[in-house]
């Protein structure tokens, strides 16, 4: 291969080369999102898009902080300074992770400023700062203000006679400085999540056509001495904080684990603080005051001269301007109009493959239909782990429970950031007379399994969707999942098996078909690339191909090594983290790792083994990651049609592979470059995975002649 092209992606800074066999989990995460960074400085994106990019590597990077950097500071405060599976000091990577987040930011805020701001104005979408308002636009907001800003604003001192005020997580705020009689007195204005961040003129103020904005911030801080009267407002400056939102549920210790979820979810309101991010322009007094009542060390303040929560920005999505967007992809339908009696008879005949989001999600949506209407369904079973606000799904639940069909459903109450739907879809769906399990403990249930029990002339028949992705009719729409319906008997069985552990009590240390963590996915991952290695000990090809969210499990990295010290050729497809050091002489010389980030977000998990001349082929819910080997539930479901087996591999994973337009290749120093050209053939040719998967199931969609 010729030399690789750096990325627009590569840090401008590496961190320091290191022997370990390991890149650091967190600063993979980083260059992970560095690389969602990348797609909003693409000008192959549409405006719009770009956009949105912009505001997921703000929000991706809120959330970074709330959870891994939230851990590292409280092991930091315990003493306990490494973390596998890398030798970095805990302070270290702290250090680490300010630098490369910082630079981010500002990379972040360059690309707004100078590119898509810009663009967007050439495009008749302006951002009016205070200094360009006219009169006319000036008067318009002050009524605004006084209309629909000011009932909704709290301002609240803080003195000796006012404590210091709650600030919520991710909230936008205005540290505000006033005189009053002759004393400097200070209090804290927070912005609601219910008033918009940009603030639409009407169009008989900016021009026929034209979409023109102002900040919220902008406004408020422009009116604030009506908050304020009979005083001097001196300063008025933006802040916003991150807390700690790592819920810890001491499951052995509660008696009822939604109450003690609903607790944690009171505790996280009130988490730790992990970062204070002010304007340039604080005074140093306020900003000593913020971070004495914060308890904040100085190092996780961060000044910035640009716009906070740049998340905030996905807002600007909703905005009515097709030409700046991607066209809509319209999902291709998956038995539509089909009866009941159709769809079970197609799945005894034969299994089906569906991939979102270039077919409907309907396909699940369609299959519980018919369970609950075909009078001969006598069980539904679901697992529920990210639901979502508006659920057809859960829906189709309540309608086959008030029916009087047998439903059992376990919610998954510790989904992290949706407990709180979880809880309101559990209480309906109990109310409705379901089954509802809140989850096993000391486990997440993270499997994607639904069973339908049905009597047949030939007696009790079961069927099993079994996915990658959640039961989410608005993910499946912009990421990437791939599910399989089938009426086999073992998997089937297995599923059933699974319930019985979910919803009872079971010691089952067996599955037939199913890989099941955490009792068999671990061992049984292992021995399929010990069973590579033995091929190619005995001289036969041997190779492994991995599709996967993350690989940060020590032991799976490990088995990995020791298949390519053998002579196993493996390609391993990762969204995100990557701790895993390909191309290192005598360790991973036979180790490729590429990173697909586009148009819709990464997230099916498919697992293929060349196995001599009989490959086998799994999809699932399960990374290669600690948590999902050990700490959850995970389902990994063998394809086992040869039809829909050579689909995926020669198909998707092919396609993945040769990805030249998204893709970036991980190199050994945890960088990642741009692969232009082939030694042997010269350029690349130019494919793009995603845009080739929605062109081959639009060509199978069309009629035949």
Not at 99 to 123: D, G, S, V, Y
Not at 148 to 169: C, K, M, Q, R, Y
Not at 542 to 552: F, G, L, P, T, W
Not at 659 to 673: I, T
Request: glycine share 6%.
């Amino acid at each position: 291969m010729a030399p690789a092209a750096a990325s627009p992606t590569s840090p401008s800074a590496a961190p320091p080369a290191t022997p370990e066999p390991f890149i650091n989990r967190e600063l993979s995460w980083l260059e992970f999102n560095r690389r969602v960074l990348a797609q909003a400085q693409d000008g192959d994106h549409p405006l719009i898009e770009r956009v949105k990019f912009l505001a997921i590597v703000a929000s991706n990077l809120d959330e970074f902080f709330m959870i891994r950097v939230s851990g590292l500071l409280k092991r930091l405060r315990t003493g306990h300074d490494v973390a596998a599976p890398n030798t970095l000091p805990t302070r270290t990577q702290l250090d680490l992770i300010r630098h490369m987040a910082a630079e981010m930011q500002k990379e972040q805020a360059a690309c707004w400023t100078r590119e898509l701001r810009p663009m967007l104005e050439a495009r008749d979408v302006h951002f009016l700062e205070p200094a360009g308002w006219t009169p006319a636009v000036s008067s318009f907001l002050a009524s605004y203000f006084t209309r629909e800003i000011s009932p909704v604003l709290t301002p609240l001192a803080f003195d000796p006679g006012h404590p210091f005020p709650f600030i919520s997580n991710l909230s936008l705020n205005l540290a505000v400085v006033v005189k009053q009689r002759g004393r400097i007195k200070f209090a804290r204005v927070k912005l609601p999540d219910s008033l918009p961040r940009f603030i639409q003129l009407p169009e008989t103020l900016v021009g026929a056509g034209v979409a023109a904005f102002v900040f919220l911030e902008d406004v408020v801080r422009a009116h604030i001495a009506a908050l304020f009267p009979g005083t001097t407002v001196q300063g008025a400056h933006v802040f916003r904080i991150v807390r700690d939102a790592d819920i810890v549920i001491q499951e052995d210790e509660a008696h009822d684990l939604l109450e003690s979820v609903d607790e944690g979810l009171r505790r996280r309101r009130h988490g730790a603080l992990v970062a204070l991010q002010v304007e340039a322009t604080m005074p140093r007094r306020v900003v000593g005051i913020l971070t004495q009542n914060f308890e904040l060390e100085q190092e996780n303040v961060t000044r910035t001269k640009q716009r906070l929560g740049f998340g905030d920005w996905m807002q600007l999505s909703s905005l009515p301007r097709p030409d700046l967007k991607y066209p809509p992809l319209v999902p291709l339908p998956v038995w539509a109009g089909a009866t009941p009696e159709q769809i079970f008879e197609e799945l005894r005949e034969h299994d089906r493959l569906v991939h979102h989001p270039y077919q409907s999600f309907g396909a699940v949506e369609n299959f519980l239909r018919a369970a609950v209407a075909d009078p001969h369904v006598a069980a539904i079973k679901m697992t529920l782990y990210r639901i979502g606000s508006n659920s057809p799904l859960v829906d189709l639940l309540l309608e086959a429970a008030e029916a009087g069909k047998q439903v059992a459903v376990l919610v998954e109450l510790k989904a992290r950031f949706d407990e709180r739907t979880n809880i309101r879809w559990a209480h309906r769906l109990e109310a409705a007379g379901a089954h509802v399990v809140y989850g096993v403990a000391g486990l997440k249930t993270h499997c994607k399994v639904c069973l339908i029990v049905r009597k047949e002339p030939d007696g009790i028949r079961r069927y099993a969707h079994i996915g990658t992705g959640n039961y989410n009719a608005s993910t499946a729409r912009l990421y990437t999942d791939i599910g399989l319906f089938t009426a086999r008997q073992d998997i089937v069985e297995d599923a059933s098996d699974l319930f019985n552990f979910l919803t009872g009590y079971s010691d089952q240390s067996d599955y037939r078909a199913l890989l099941v963590a955490p009792v068999t996915l671990r061992r049984e991952i292992a021995r399929l690339i010990d069973r590579e290695i033995s091929h190619a000990n005995a001289g036969h090809a041997a190779a492994i191909v991995i599709k996967v969210n993350a690989i940060v499990d020590e032991d799976m990295i490990r088995a990995l090594y020791r298949a390519s010290q053998a002579g196993v050729d493996i390609d391993l497809i990762v969204r995100g983290m990557c701790c895993l050091r390909p191309g290192v002489p005598g360790l991973s010389d036979r180790i490729r790792v590429r990173s697909v980030v586009d148009r819709f977000l990464e997230h099916s998990r498919i697992y293929w083994f060349k196995n001599g001349d009989t490959p086998e082929i799994y999809i699932g819910s399960a990374d290669l990651m600690e948590r999902n080997l050990d700490r959850r539930v995970e389902v990994i479901c063998p394809v086992r049609d040869p039809h829909l087996a050579a689909h995926l591999r020669d198909v998707v994973l092919g396609l993945y592979l040769r990805d030249s337009h998204r893709a970036d290749e991980l190199q050994s120093d945890g960088r990642y470059v741009v692969r232009l050209n082939d030694a042997n053939a010269g350029p690349l040719p130019h494919v793009n995975a995603q845009e080739a998967l929605r062109e081959w199931h639009a060509a199978e969609f069309k009629p035949k002649d």
